[in-house]
């Protein structure tokens, strides 16, 4: 298979706890994305990296969360310190240069108790 | 502020007839639009697509339909099929690095 991969798919933390996502993009692909996703709600942009350079942050990005994608080629996503409100689907994609379509990977969930 | 707004929370529709999904937008920058489909605790799935210098775009049984001096696009899908049931999430992109979502319609086919 060569879509989007994350991993884990599941994740439970308990409250105050530190929690990293990873995300593997379509080989090809030089954009990679973050996106949250809440119950009732479409996924809501966070951050994107062309290559291994961030390029742009949603203020949704709280200091606690942290992405990078060291080689150009997968990214993680950590967040520090863990909160109730962060509970959702964390969502990667991945898209070529110039391209419009954004490929998503089946998303990692994220509950914090 | 709802860029993207899908007013119809949950459309339900007997299968084999046409199933037409509603999306409206505010930001006349917006220039190429997305439908995605998606199923429970899995990613969005790319469905299709339309640039705005189009107002028709077919592929298979769905069909996007743009029209730009509404600011509103609709997603037809015939014959609708009891696979075809899921969330639609219809989306717009400005040219930037981001896609603006709507809220999802929840599409139910009624065998």
């Known amino acids: 298979d060569t879509g989007v991969s994350q991993d884990p798919r599941h994740k439970i933390t308990k409250r105050g706890q530190n929690v990293t996502f990873r995300c593997d993009p379509i080989s090809e692909h030089n954009r990679l994305y973050w996106y949250r996703q809440t119950l009732g709600q479409g996924p809501e942009f966070l951050t994107y990296f062309q290559n291994e350079a961030q390029l742009e942050k949603s203020r949704l990005l709280s200091d606690r969360f942290s992405a990078e994608r060291p080689k150009g080629s997968f990214s993680t996503l950590e967040i520090q310190r863990t909160e109730q409100g962060d509970s959702a689907m964390y969502l990667c994609?991945?898209?070529?240069?110039?391209?419009?379509?954004?490929?998503f990977g089946e998303g990692s969930w994220l509950t914090v108790v | 502020d709802q860029q993207v707004k899908q007013n119809s929370p949950s459309l339900s529709v007997q299968e084999g007839r046409i199933s037409i999904l509603n999306c409206d937008y505010t930001n006349s920058m917006f220039d190429y639009f997305l439908w995605y489909k998606k199923y429970p605790a899995e990613g969005p799935t790319f469905l299709i697509s339309?640039?705005?210098?189009?107002d028709k775009n077919e592929d298979g049984r769905f069909t996007v339909f743009l029209n730009k001096s509404a600011k509103h696009l609709s997603l037809h899908i015939v014959p609708s099929q009891p696979g075809d049931s899921a969330v639609y999430f219809c989306a717009a992109s400005d040219g930037a690095n981001n896609l603006f979502f709507g809220t999802g319609t929840r599409l139910t086919i009624i065998p």
């Open positions: 339309i640039s705005s210098i189009k």
């Open positions: 994609a991945s898209s070529l240069l110039y391209g419009n379509t954004i490929y």
